[in-house]
Nanobody
Framework: VQLQASGGGLVQAGGSLRLSCAAS????????MGWFRQAPGKEREFVAH????????YYADSVKGRFTVSRDNAKNTVYLQMNNLKPEDTDVYYC???????????????????WGQGTLVTVSS
């Protein structure tokens, strides 16, 4: 699976962005998808997870209520809608695919086999 993330940019605090992650291949629906973010010099951290069918989602506490993850398996694409953005949301955002995840592993970067190239989100105060 090859992943291509897009949609990052510069936005003022309180604004919104929608990230997209397009996947190649015809097996996209077999993968659970995650969004992670990383600031320079820091570890990559979990943001959101969506199950293979899209009927189950999970969020980091820091983004709960502001971010929404969704997917369109017909378009091989996963989205991250980010509302009420804060300066501390400034990071490079990555999408990732995992064949199998559980409640214990969905937040763990090493459980994801495939990663997109990242897209930069900058939130100004």
């Amino acid at each position: 699976v090859q992943l291509q993330a897009s949609g990052g940019g510069l936005v003022q605090a309180g604004g919104s962005l929608r990230l997209s992650c397009a996947a190649s291949g015809r097996t996209f629906s077999l993968y659970a998808m995650g969004w992670f973010r990383q600031a320079p010099g820091k570890e990559r951290e979990f943001v959101a997870h969506i199950s293979r069918s899209g009927d189950s989602t999970y969020y980091a506490d820091s983004v709960k209520g502001r971010f929404t993850v969704s997917r369109d398996n017909a378009k091989n694409t996963v989205y991250l809608q980010m509302n009420n953005l804060k300066p501390e949301d400034t990071d490079v955002y990555y999408c990732a695919a995992a064949r199998f995840t559980s409640a214990q592993t969905m937040t763990v970067t090493s459980k994801y086999a495939y990663w997109g190239q990242g897209t930069l989100v900058t939130v100004s105060s």
